[in-house]
Each structure stands twice: as structure tokens, then as C-alpha cells.
């Protein structure tokens, strides 16, 4: 029988600011399982808790209650030095502002990552010209950021974020700072990682944009209403 293994599973996640008088409760009791291989789009309002729980399924930020089990290990549970490789190696993060360097060409910029996780250097620029061929940008390799569109240079974020295949993809409004059309460049390559065989979890704020993912998750005031 088929089954589709859980990768990400999070159960009864609470995020709460300001405990006690002004308490926001940024994430107000959030379940939710996420198979390999899958794409799913988690839409809501501005404010509705979108970027607290991507911050918290990419290990940058912990719950103030609740489990995480990301491929069956408990996040809660690791070393500072093991989330630290997970966000590395396990995850490829794609936020709004595309974050590049602008005094680096877009080689440079998808290169400098790996650099970090210490591929050697014939290595970083191999993995870097893939991933630069991936999203169509062969012919921008030596272009600075204020060389290149919002679309390519979104292009270049997400090489950076896949240089090193990472089998997860976590995209925080990618296309919000975007044209339509660049939107839609966007949308393509995301589906086109997820048909590789990629997980991928796109946040926004546009019904439109989610409507081309696998699944459709809703939230609202931090509570999941459909999915
Ligand atoms: N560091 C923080 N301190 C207090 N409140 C916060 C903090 N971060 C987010 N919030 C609040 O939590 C709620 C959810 O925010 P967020 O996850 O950024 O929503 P979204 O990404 O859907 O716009 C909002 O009401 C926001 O004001
Ligand atoms: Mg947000």
C-alpha cells in the first residue's frame, strides 16, 4: 500500500507574545502534517500568523507550546548545533525581500551559502551554475542585483535557497513584492522543484497565487479554519 511518509508534523503548536495582559496569540493551537513530496500553500490575512509558523517549521524560531516532529525528529529536543545543520542542509528558505548582496553577482550570491556549509570551491561553483541554470538565469551569472529585476533577482534567491538541494522549500510571500507575470515566473519554478520531487510550503496572503499548489491551507487569527 501507498502511503505518503509525514515529513513535517506539528501538533498543537501555540506562539503567545507578551504573556499575560496584552497577549498576542500570534499561533493559537496549530496542527498540521505536511507529506513528502507535497506542496502546500498556507493562505491568510496579514496578521493571521502566516510568517510565526514558517519561522517555526524552519527552525528559527520555537513554539511557546506544542510539538514538532520534522522527519520524525522532536525540534524541541535538539543541540543549537543540530538545528543549525537542519536549516543548512534540510531546509531552502525563499522570503519576500529577495536578501541579496548587492555588491555580489548573482554566482557569488548563490555560491556564498555553501561556502558556509563548506563545499570546496570548484564544488560551490558547480552547485551554484545548476541551480542559476534551474531558474533560466545562466545568461545573469555575472550580474549584480541592481542589474537584474525583481524577478530575477527572486530567481537568484531561490537558486541560493536550492544550491545546496535541500529536500524542503519554505517560501514566505515570495511573490509579494512581484509583477504578476514575474509572480507567475515564480510560481512555475516552485512547481516545477515540487515535480522533482521537492516538499514545498508556500506562504501568501493571495488566494490566486495559493490556488496553484497541491493543497490549500487556511489560517486565520492563528488557527488553521480549512485544509
Ligand atoms: N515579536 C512579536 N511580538 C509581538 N507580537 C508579534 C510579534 N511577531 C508577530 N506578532 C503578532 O503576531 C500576529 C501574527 O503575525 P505574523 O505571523 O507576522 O502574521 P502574517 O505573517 O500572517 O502577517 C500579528 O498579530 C503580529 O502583530
Ligand atoms: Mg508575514
Known amino acids: 500500500m501507498f502511503t505518503i ?32 513530496g507535497e506542496f502546500v500553500a498556507i493562505v491568510g490575512q ?5 510568517s510565526t509558523l514558517m519561522n517555526i517549521l524552519g527552525c528559527l524560531d520555537t513554539p511557546t507550546m506544542g510539538e514538532y516532529y520534522l522527519d520524525g ?11 543549525t545543520q537542519i536549516r543548512n542542509c534540510e531546509l531552502g528558505f525563499v522570503f519576500q525581500g529577495f536578501n541579496l548582496i548587492s555588491g555580489l553577482d548573482a554566482l557569488e550570491n548563490v555560491e556564498l ?9 570548484s564544488g560551490r561553483r558547480a552547485l551554484a551554475q545548476e541551480a542559476l541554470s534551474k531558474v533560466g538565469l545562466t545568461n545573469r551569472e555575472n550580474h549584480k542585483p ?17 544550491a545546496a538541494k535541500p529536500p524542503i522549500i519554505l517560501a514566505d ?18 512547481n516545477s522543484l515540487n515535480e ?5 510550503v508556500l506562504i501568501t496572503h493571495d488566494e490566486k497565487i495559493a490556488a496553484s499548489a497541491g493543497r490549500v491551507v487556511q489560517i486565520q487569527d492563528g488557527q488553521i479554519v480549512s485544509q
Open 146 to 162: 541592481d542589474q537584474m529585476s525583481g524577478g530575477q533577482q527572486q530567481r537568484v534567491a531561490i537558486a541560493r535557497a536550492i
Open 5 to 36: 511518509e509525514n515529513l513535517i508534523t506539528i501538533s498543537n503548536i501555540y506562539k503567545i507574545y507578551n504573556k499575560g495582559e496584552n497577549e498576542v496569540r500570534a499561533l493559537n493551537g496549530v496542527s498540521l502534517s505536511i507529506g513528502e
Open 113 to 121: 551559502p555553501l561556502l558556509y556549509r563548506g563545499i570546496p570551491k
Open 73 to 83: 525528529e522532536n525540534v524541541a529536543g535538539l543541540s543549537e548545533k543540530r538545528l
Open 196 to 200: 522533482e520531487g521537492k516538499t514545498v
Open 46 to 50: 496579514s496578521g493571521s500568523g502566516k
Open 173 to 190: 510571500e515570495p511573490t509579494g513584492n512581484l509583477d504578476s507575470k514575474s509572480g507567475a515566473a515564480v510560481m512555475r519554478i516552485l
